[in-house]
């Protein structure tokens, strides 16, 4: 039996009660939240495992008491569950997910014997996020899921029920009280949140466009709520953008990245030389501008590829016969150099007069009507690559962020495919300040990995700005500039500690002299053949060899070998490399016909090394698209013996 004191001690009321476990749970939180920033660095927990030991009595005691009315029965079931939720905070925080999540669902079984109400909806969803982490940072994101999609539901539910704003989730322990407005605010910060952690999930589960849309209004709410870290933010929708840019989305992608450099952009310039608030370094803003400046460059880079693959699938002269294109490189020409020659299809002027013909003889009303269908499809097409990609939305304003300047930011770069070299050079231009900004930060000396990356950023530009230049000295010049940028980063690596990079740059390299040797070879043709300079190219046919047979050195076991079987992302490269190595032994222009011979047998001879990789490991290299370049091979294995025979026959 309870002693007297203890008798006399006990609350004589509900509300005596209420009032102790109230001051309990209060003193275990200043425990948890204050004393534990003195603890020492050996027991980092001692703190947080004394305020929960002191939860856990509160529990008990509130799980003791007997309510007399159904409004009591309320209060003390979301007691209980919000020191359930308290106590499970404290468990992963400790690094205890398994008791942590003990705690959560202890806290909503617990209100689920209540009805959805103001004073324990807030508390439901915020546990349901929390819970949903725990899950996922244990793998199980299916569980996440359907925890947050409960969240979402439940929020969608209340907001629809037209019911004022709800309690805080621990409000049942408060003495002050908010007005409805902080509670608005306290409550659709729960479920940005939410939002936050269906937008991570959806990406690992592989929904890219839906983790975008959740990401997208997520940055939205933060940002209309001023609840957020403008670094964090600014550099999630730069980060953003590089989904839009994967889905040739590039008026969002540059929407966001243009919001993203204006939030930062206000930290600099609110922070002189460095951020005033003690969370923020210099270095953490430089950092994040750097990062950002990143994700444009990615923009410019991916812009500016895509323009050109456009631009090469729409020209009908790009669409040459390869296997034609590459016996013509090895045919002997006594005064001429092999040109690469474009074709245009036979008919095609016939075609157009036909067309022109044809357009003339209709009527006014009917061609008229026919030109209004084609702009309804092309608005329709316009829009579909716009929003749909995205995902399916009523509000297309849902798709742009609202509450930032973003104007002077928008207009560096155009948001379209480029089409003519003045919208190219805007692009490479913008994109080349980027990679100087960026560069400023990931120097090479201590940042290699990123540097390299940067910079071969740059080289790309270069490749596909020389595309959109009709003067082939020019783009001569520009894969000089492509060659300089890579040997300055190639040079000082150590293959052994950065052999993935290594490999990337000698293939790049080889690939900016190859494409050298055809503009040279183009340059030549127009020459008169005294002022044809065949010892400089056949320098510089031998230089990307030596690139191309360095990147296939690489690739080599320690005792110098090549495996038998390579890993999947370097066979399409290695089997390139060796037809490309091939076609330069045949672009050769040697001074007499032994030497001449000489080329094409090693010609044939890395024809046959790409065969005979492809032929042992046929099922590796299906699906790598590779059969073009094994179809050219295969025919030029069967070609060249011929033509060395002829040679010989004549010799």
Known sequence: MPTLTEIASQPKSFEDWFKSVSQQVAESRRVIEELSKEDPPTEPFR???????????????????????????????????????????????????????????????????????????????????????????????????????RAKELHANFVHSKQPPPNTYDEVFMDESFSEDERNVMFERIYTNTLFYLAQVYGVRGDNKMAAAHCHITLQRQLESDDFDPLDWSLNCATLSQYYVTMNNYRSARHTLSCASSVISNIEESSGSGYCDES????????????????????????????VKEARDSDISDKVNKITEMKNAFEEKDEEPVVEETETKEGEGEKGDEEKENKEDKPKEEEEGEKKDEEEEDAGKKKLTKFSDLVDMEEIELLRITNVET?????????????????????????????????????????????????????????????????????????????????????????????????????????????????????????????????????????????????????????????????????????????????????????????????????????????????????????????????????????????????????
């Open 47 to 149: 703190s947080k495992y004394a305020g929960r030991n002191m939860l856990n009595s509160a529990l008990k005691r509130a799980q003791d008491v007997e309510p007399s009315t159904d409004a009591e029965i309320s209060r003390a079931r979301l007691a209980q569950a919000t020191i359930n939720y308290y106590i499970g905070q404290v468990s992963s925080e400790v690094e205890e997910p398994t008791e942590a999540e003990k705690n959560f669902q202890s806290c909503l079984d617990i209100l689920g014997l209540e009805p959805i109400s103001i004073e324990n909806i807030a508390l439901r969803i915020h546990v349901h996020n929390l819970s949903a982490a725990l899950w996922s940072g244990r793998g199980c994101h299916d569980k996440s899921f359907e925890l947050l999609e």
């Open 280 to 307: 923020y370094d210099n270095d953490k803003i430089l950092k994040t501008r750097a990062d950002i400046e990143r994700c444009w460059i990615k923009y410019c880079v991916n812009l500016l590829g895509d323009s």
């Open 407 to 651: 104007g002077q930011y928008e207009e560096l770069v155009p948001d379209e495919l480029c089409t003519t070299y003045e919208d190219a050079r805007m692009v490479f231009k913008a994109g080349s300040k980027f990679i100087e900004n960026a560069a400023q930060y990931y120097k090479f000396d201590d940042h290699v990995t990123d540097n390299v990356e940067i910079k071969q950023d740059l080289s790309k530009l270069y490749r596909d700005l020389a595309f959109f230049d009709t003067d082939e000295s020019r783009q001569c010049k520009m894969h000089k500039r492509r060659i300089d940028t890579l040997t300055e980063l190639v040079t000082p690596l150590n293959n052994q500690h950065f052999l993935q990079i290594s490999r990337a740059l000698r293939f790049e390299l080889g690939e900016a002299r190859n494409q050298m040797v055809s503009l040279k070879y183009s340059i030549a043709a127009e020459l008169p053949i005294e002022q044809q300079n065949w010892k400089k190219i056949n320098n510089l046919c031998f230089s990307a060899v030596q690139e191309f047979e360095a990147f296939c050195d690489l690739l080599k076991d320690p005792n110098g070998d090549l495996p038998s079987t390579l890993v999947d992302d370097t066979v399409k490269p290695y089997i390139v490399s060796q037809i490309y190595i091939a076609r330069l032994y045949g672009k050769f222009r040697p001074q007499d016909a032994k030497q001449r011979l000489a080329f094409l047998q090693k010609a044939e001879t890395h024809f046959q090394k790409a065969l005979d990789y492809y032929d042992a490991n046929e099922a590796q290299c299906r699906g790598m698209d590779v059969e073009e370049e094994m179809n050219v091979a295969r025919e030029m294995a069967h070609f060249l013996p011929i033509k060395m025979e002829k040679m010989r026959a004549t010799m």
